[in-house]
């Protein structure tokens, strides 16, 4: 599987955006897929994450009150619609996909085989 994330940008705070995560492949529903970030100088972290089943984990509650995690299997497509946006918000974003993961691993990097390159997401003050 090769993804492509893209809808990254600069926008003020406050606003929303939406990321998507393009999958190439057939077997792209059975996929677990799922979003990290990386602001400047921290370590990648878990953000969401959606199961074949469309089932869906977030990283912490009040993240999950601005941000929803979205798939058409039709498209082989995963969506970040992120809303209420804040300057810490701000990082590179990296679509990831498993096929073979479990609940338990669900927020670990390493449990993610394939990943995407990345988009930039900037929230000015």
């Known amino acids: 599987v090769q993804l492509q994330a893209f809808g990254g940008g600069l926008v003020q705070a406050g606003t929303s955006l939406r990321l998507s995560c393009a999958a190439s492949?057939?077997?792209?529903?059975?996929?677990?897929m799922a979003w990290f970030r990386q602001a400047p100088g921290k370590e990648r972290e878990f953000v969401a994450a959606?199961?074949?089943?469309?089932?869906?984990?977030y990283d912490i509650d009040s993240m999950k009150e601005r941000f929803t995690i979205s798939r058409d299997n039709a498209k082989n497509t995963i969506y970040l619609q992120m809303s209420s946006l804040k300057p810490e918000d701000t990082a590179a974003y990296y679509c990831?996909?498993?096929?073979?993961?479990?609940?338990?691993?669900?927020?670990?990097?390493?449990?993610?085989?394939?990943w995407g390159q990345g988009t930039q997401v900037t929230v000015s003050s």
């Open positions: 990831a996909a498993s096929n073979t993961i479990i609940t338990s691993t669900l927020r670990y990097q390493s449990a993610y085989q394939h």
């Open positions: 492949g057939r077997t792209f529903r059975s996929y677990t």
């Open positions: 959606i199961r074949p089943s469309y089932s869906t984990t």
